[in-house]
């Protein structure tokens, strides 16, 4: 409700005819709303009704104790990225951005060039405390891997921190 208004949409989760950003705004809300106390179930921002078979890449930035940043970036073949700020951002909410496509490719094949596909599914060594996670996947048509990397472990690949950086930047070349 707005001003008044009330505008109410109803989506059957396998209905792919939904815009994009709608099941991501479904999440956000989950979030927000915090249904897991009642639920028992975390929302899953890359879950299998949100398209995840046609992501190319994620980054999740997960919460810490302060105040670290806490968003994802879903990234589309055709340069469509999905950004949730989910707080401690500038921006709150769902976005839909895009970016050059050879900016993608480009990043699934560094990923291939760096070995993602051959690290470890987590670096979650906690030398210190208080770190954020940040967890990363790319799909190529072959390979699919989930690296899960806690910010304070020093065993984890400088080519996975690169990868992460350079999701980042794609998100914000895409909203400026």
Known sequence: ?????KHQI??????????????YLEVWLDLMANTAQWTGTQPDAYGINLGMESLVATLERTP???FCPTYSVAIYPDGTLVYTGIANVERLGVYVLHT????????VQQAEIFGYFGWQ??????VMTDQASAITSFRTETQY???TRYGG????????T??????????????S
Do not use: H
């Open 121 to 126: 599914d987590a670096y979650d060594q906690m």
């Open 162 to 175: 690169w990868l992460e950086d350079s999701i980042d930047q794609l998100a914000v070349d895409a909203a």
């Open 145 to 147: 891997k989930r690296i």
């Open 1 to 5: 409700t707005r001003n008044g208004e």
């Open 64 to 66: 810490c104790f302060g």
């Open 10 to 23: 109803v989506r059957y989760m396998g209905d792919n005819s939904a815009p994009l950003a709608l099941p």
């Open 153 to 160: 472990d020093p065993n984890a690949p400088l080519g996975l």
């Open 100 to 107: 050059e496509d050879f900016a993608v490719e480009s990043l």
